[in-house]
């Protein structure tokens, strides 16, 4: 739904469309949004093998690997609207998103904190916080319920000993992050 309400947006912005449609898809998009967060919340099973085959800084790592990261997995439900980094804050895990989306909001100076991007299921946010022990340099909050995998700081540190490929990984991934961000030069820490 985030991305269905980003597309249109972007297609108006354009003229791609009238504005009399995107604001009826708009419309719809927010009826649909409301009525899921209406809905009881229940944990979802999502399997952290699969989640990490989808994640592509994990994909290389051999599976002896994988499953030694699988075991330091702690998992956490979020619900919508709760802030799972703030920015300014010292960071100490990476997270991986199992379902749901979630919003990254930056503040600049005293300016109220605009959204830079929206992260779906599969994505993965913090991994600055794991190289550099630098702080968060964005808020992350749920948009929708769902869940998400945190993998502490000294669970990686104890991982990249026995598992030197997967520093590698986190190395290549936070220049990916770097890379594709428009807008900004740093990951989501």
């Not at 597309?7 to 009826?24: L, N, Q, W």
């Not at 800084?57 to 702690?74: A, H, K, S, T, W």
């Not at 989306?101 to 299921?121: C, F, G, H, M, Q």
């Not at 700081?153 to 997967?166: E, F, G, I, M, Q």
């Given at each position: 739904?985030?991305?269905?309400?980003?597309?249109?947006?972007?297609?108006?912005?354009?003229?791609?469309?009238?504005?009399?449609?995107?604001?009826?898809?708009?419309?719809?998009?927010?009826?649909?949004?409301?009525?899921?967060?209406?809905?009881?919340?229940?944990?979802?099973?999502?399997?952290?093998?699969?989640?990490?085959?989808?994640?592509?800084?994990?994909?290389?790592?051999?599976?002896?690997?994988?499953?030694?990261?699988?075991?330091n997995l702690i998992s956490?439900?979020?619900?919508?609207?709760?802030?799972?980094?703030?920015?300014?804050?010292?960071?100490?895990?990476?997270?991986?998103?199992?379902s749901g989306v979630v919003?990254?909001?930056?503040?600049?100076?005293?300016?109220?904190?605009?959204?830079?991007?929206?992260?779906?299921?599969?994505?993965?946010?913090?991994?600055?916080?794991?190289?550099?022990?630098?702080?968060?340099?964005?808020?992350?909050?749920?948009?929708?319920?769902?869940?998400?995998?945190?993998?502490?700081?000294?669970?990686?540190?104890?991982?990249?000993?026995?598992?030197?490929?997967?520093?590698?990984?986190?190395?290549?991934?936070?220049?990916?992050?770097?890379?594709?961000?428009?807008?900004?030069?740093?990951?989501?820490?």
């Amino acid at each position: 739904l985030e991305a269905e309400a980003e597309a249109v947006t972007r297609i108006a912005s354009t003229g791609g469309i009238p504005e009399s449609i995107a604001h009826e898809a708009h419309r719809r998009v927010e009826e649909e949004q409301r009525r899921l967060i209406r809905q009881p919340f229940e944990a979802l099973e999502v399997n952290p093998r699969d989640l990490l085959s989808q994640i592509s800084f994990f994909q290389e790592l051999p599976e002896d690997e994988l499953g030694d990261i699988v075991e330091n997995l702690i998992s956490r439900p979020v619900r919508p609207g709760e802030t799972i980094i703030r920015q300014g804050d010292r960071g100490a895990s990476l997270f991986l998103i199992a379902s749901g989306v979630v919003a990254v909001l930056r503040r600049i100076d005293n300016e109220p904190p605009k959204r830079i991007a929206s992260l779906y299921t599969g994505d993965f946010f913090g991994e600055m916080a794991i190289l550099t022990s630098s702080p968060r340099n964005a808020t992350v909050q749920a948009v929708s319920a769902g869940q998400i995998y945190e993998l502490m700081k000294r669970d990686v540190d104890a991982l990249t000993r026995t598992c030197p490929s997967l520093h590698e990984a986190l190395v290549s991934a936070l220049a990916d992050r770097k890379n594709a961000n428009t807008g900004t030069s740093e990951a989501i820490s």
